[in-house]
C-alpha cells in the first residue's frame, strides 16, 4: 500500500536559519510526491511536487525539496526561515496503485508543525 | 487566477437541520474533491468528482450527499449530523484525475468550519 510518513510532530527554527521538514514514503510503483502547506484556519495550499526529471524540485515562496531515491525521501527545505513560514506542512503521495486507474487521490502524511522563532 | 471559493466561512447547526456548503472555482478544472478534517490532522477524503460525476465516494455516510451541478460547482448537502462531525470541510479541484507524469496537483478552498450541536 501507497503511505507517507513525516517522522517529525514539531520542527523549531531560528529566523534566518535554514529549515529541513521530512518526508519519506513507501509506494508501489513510481513515486509522485507532492508538499502543502496549511496556515491557521486556512485550505491547504500548493507548495511543488515531484514527478519526473531533476531530484531537487524548487517551488512557492522559496521552498524547494529534494527528491532522494535510494532513501525514499522527499525533504522540504528553504535556506533562510521566516516567521511567517510557520504553519502546519504536509507531505503526500499519489495513491495510484496498478489496476486501480487514476482515482485523483492523495495519501497524506501525518503533518510537521514548523514553529519559525524569531 | 488559483481560487477555489467556498461559503458559508462557518456554519452552525442543528443535528435536525439540513444545510448546504458550496464550493466553486474558475479554473476549468474537470475534477473537484470534498474533504473532512480535524484539528491537525491531514484531511480526509470524501468525494471525488470528475466532469461532473461521482468517481469516488470513501465510504461516507448517507447523511452527506454531494452534488456537481455544473463544471464549476460543487456543493455538499448535509442532513441529520451527528456532533462527530464537526470538522473543518475543504473543497478542492485539479485539471483532472490523471496519473502518472500528469499528475495534477490539487488546489484548495478556504474551508467551511462547521459546527454541530
Known amino acids: 500500500a501507497q503511505s507517507v510518513a513525516q517522522p517529525e510532530d514539531q520542527v523549531n527554527v531560528a529566523e534566518g536559519n535554514p529549515l529541513t521538514v521530512k518526508c519519506t514514503y513507501s509506494?508501489?510503483?513510481?513515486?509522485?510526491l507532492f508538499w502543502y502547506v496549511q496556515y491557521p484556519n486556512r485550505g491547504l495550499q500548493f507548495l511543488l511536487k515531484?514527478?519526473?526529471?531533476?531530484?531537487l524540485v524548487k517551488g512557492s515562496y522559496g521552498f524547494e525539496a529534494e527528491f532522494n531515491k535510494s532513501q525514499t525521501s522527499f525533504h522540504l527545505k528553504k535556506p533562510s526561515a521566516l516567521v511567517s513560514d510557520s504553519a502546519l506542512y504536509f507531505c503526500?503521495?499519489?495513491?495510484?496503485?496498478?489496476?486501480?486507474?487514476?482515482?485523483?487521490?492523495?495519501?497524506f502524511g501525518q503533518g510537521t508543525t514548523l514553529q519559525v522563532k524569531p | 487566477d488559483t481560487e477555489v471559493t467556498q461559503t458559508p466561512k462557518h456554519l452552525v447547526m442543528g443535528m435536525t437541520n439540513k444545510k448546504s456548503l458550496k464550493c466553486e472555482q474558475h479554473m476549468g478544472h474537470r475534477a473537484m474533491y470534498w474533504y473532512k478534517q480535524k484539528a491537525k490532522k491531514p484531511p480526509e477524503l470524501m468525494f471525488v468528482?470528475?466532469?461532473?460525476?461521482?468517481?469516488i465516494n470513501e465510504s461516507v455516510p448517507s447523511r452527506f450527499s454531494p452534488e456537481c451541478p455544473n463544471s464549476s460547482l460543487l456543493n455538499l448537502h448535509l442532513h441529520a449530523l451527528q456532533p462527530e462531525d464537526s470538522a473543518l470541510y475543504l473543497c478542492?479541484?485539479?485539471?483532472?484525475?490523471?496519473?502518472?507524469?500528469?499528475?495534477?496537483?490539487?488546489?484548495f478552498g478556504p474551508g467551511t468550519r462547521l459546527t454541530v450541536t
Open positions: 509506494v508501489s510503483g513510481n513515486p509522485y
Open positions: 515531484y514527478i519526473t526529471g531533476d531530484n
Open positions: 468528482y470528475s466532469y461532473e460525476k461521482l468517481s
Open positions: 478542492a479541484s485539479s485539471r483532472g484525475l490523471a496519473g502518472g507524469k500528469h499528475s495534477y496537483e490539487q488546489y
Open positions: 503526500a503521495v499519489r495513491d495510484d496503485l496498478p489496476g486501480s486507474g487514476n482515482t485523483g487521490k492523495l495519501i
